[in-house]
C-alpha cells in the first residue's frame, strides 16, 4: 500500500514504487447558505445608466469562456483583460450572428471577426472561444503589447476605424476579470490538519495515480492562484501556483499522463464514473463552482480515498484535503484518469 503521510510543514510521501470558474450568483447574489458574494457597483456595463441591469448569464458566460482560452494559451492576466475589453466594445459580451448592415461588413461574434479578412470561417467564428483564441494568437504577436495601454494593444489586433474606443471599457474589464477570477470555486471550506490515522491508498491503486496523488500532497498548503500553471508552486511566483485545474494537470503530468488545461476541458478526459459510490483514488470530480452549472461544472478536485478530496479552492486560499460529503449534492461529473497499466 501507499501511504500518504501530512505533517506539520512537510508532506511524506511513501510508495510501494519507490486543481467560466464560477456561478452568476456570484455575481448577483445567491440564494440562503448558497456562499454569495455581493455584486460590486463596477459590475455595471459603462454604457448603461445606473439602475440598470448586470452582465447576464449570456455575458458572464463569454467573459469566462475568453479567459478559459488565455489561461490555456499561457496568457498573462493583462491580456485577459484587455480582451474581455474588446468584447464589451465590439459586441456587449455577445456572440453577434452577421446581421448584414447591422454588422461591419462580414464581421461575425463575440470580437467582430472577419471571414474575409482570414480569421476564418463563419462556422468558426461562430464560437467564442475559436475568436477569443484568434485574438490572443495576434495580441501576442504583437511586439511590446504587455507593457502597451489597452486601447493601443486592442487596437493593434483589431485594426478599429475608431481605434480610442476600447479605452471606455478598461474599468469595466478590470472590475469583471477581478471578479470572476477572485470568486469562490466552492463552498468547501473544511480543511483537514491531517489525513486519518493509518490512512493508505488501496493495494490496487495504479502507479500512475500513486504518482498524481502523491505530487498533489506535496503541494499542500501552496497559495491558490487563478490562471497559475502549477509548474513550481513552492517557489513563491504566483504565475507557477495552482488553480483548481492547473493542479489536477500537473499532478497527472508527473505521472506521465497528459490531460487537458481548464475544467470545461478536463471533465470530458479520461473515462467516466457512472456514480459516486464507483469513486476511486485519483479519480477527477467535477462541480459547478460558482460559474458553472451541472451540464458545465468549473471547479474539480481529485478524489484522495476515504471521502477526502484533494483541490486548490479559490483565491485568498492554498492547496488542501476537504471532505467530499461538502460536494456530495453538486457532483456533476467523476472522470477516471489512470487505470492499471497506465503510464507512470
Known amino acids: 500500500m501507499t501511504k500518504i503521510i501530512v505533517g506539520v510543514g512537510?508532506?511524506?510521501?511513501?510508495?510501494?514504487?519507490?486543481?467560466?470558474?464560477?456561478?452568476?450568483?456570484?455575481?448577483?447574489?445567491?440564494?440562503?447558505?448558497?456562499?454569495?458574494?455581493?455584486?460590486?457597483?463596477?459590475?455595471?456595463?459603462?454604457?448603461?445608466?445606473?439602475?440598470a441591469n448586470r452582465w447576464d448569464t449570456e455575458q458572464l458566460d463569454i467573459a469566462a469562456a475568453i479567459i478559459d482560452v488565455g489561461v490555456t494559451k499561457g496568457v498573462p492576466r493583462w491580456g485577459w483583460i484587455i480582451a474581455v475589453a474588446t468584447a464589451m466594445q465590439e459586441s456587449g459580451l455577445r456572440n453577434l450572428p452577421h446581421l448584414g448592415d447591422r454588422n461591419d461588413h462580414d464581421s461575425i461574434g463575440?470580437?467582430?471577426?472577419?471571414?474575409?479578412?482570414?480569421?476564418?470561417?463563419?462556422?468558426?467564428l461562430s464560437k467564442p472561444a475559436y475568436q477569443a483564441g484568434k485574438f490572443f494568437d495576434k495580441l501576442q504577436s504583437v511586439p511590446g503589447w504587455q507593457t502597451m495601454p489597452l486601447t493601443q494593444a486592442a487596437q493593434a489586433v483589431q485594426v478599429s476605424a475608431f481605434p480610442d474606443v476600447y479605452a471606455t471599457w478598461t474599468d469595466d474589464a478590470l472590475h469583471l476579470v477581478e471578479q470572476l477570477t477572485s470568486t469562490l470555486a466552492d463552498c468547501a471550506t473544511d480543511a483537514l490538519d491531517t489525513l486519518p490515522a493509518g490512512f493508505a491508498l488501496p493495494a490496487n491503486t495504479p502507479p500512475a495515480v500513486e504518482t498524481a496523488l502523491g505530487w498533489a500532497a506535496e503541494q499542500l498548503g501552496t497559495p491558490y492562484h487563478f490562471g497559475g500553471s502549477c509548474s513550481d508552486p513552492h517557489s513563491g511566483d504566483p504565475d507557477k501556483q495552482c488553480d483548481c485545474s492547473s493542479l489536477m494537470q500537473a499532478a497527472y503530468r508527473a505521472a506521465g499522463i497528459s490531460i487537458p488545461r481548464v475544467t470545461t476541458d478536463q471533465v470530458d478526459a479520461g473515462k467516466p464514473v457512472a456514480d459516486r459510490t464507483q469513486l476511486l483514488p485519483g479519480d477527477l470530480v467535477f462541480i459547478p463552482g460558482r460559474q458553472g452549472t451541472m451540464a458545465n461544472p468549473r471547479h474539480v478536485g481529485m478524489y484522495l480515498g476515504e471521502g477526502l478530496i484533494i483541490q486548490a479552492p479559490k483565491t485568498g486560499d492554498i492547496v488542501k484535503i476537504t471532505k467530499l460529503s461538502s460536494w456530495i449534492?453538486?457532483?456533476?461529473?467523476?472522470?477516471?484518469?489512470?487505470?492499471?497499466?497506465s503510464r507512470g
Open 10 to 51: 512537510t508532506v511524506v510521501v511513501i510508495a510501494c514504487l519507490g486543481l467560466p470558474l464560477l456561478l452568476l450568483s456570484s455575481v448577483t447574489g445567491g440564494g440562503p447558505g448558497r456562499c454569495a458574494i455581493a455584486a460590486p457597483p463596477g459590475l455595471r456595463p459603462s454604457g448603461q445608466p445606473p439602475g
Open 110 to 124: 463575440v470580437f467582430q471577426q472577419r471571414p474575409s479578412q482570414g480569421w476564418g470561417t463563419i462556422a468558426q
Open 329 to 341: 449534492d453538486e457532483i456533476a461529473a467523476i472522470r477516471r484518469i489512470a487505470t492499471q497499466g
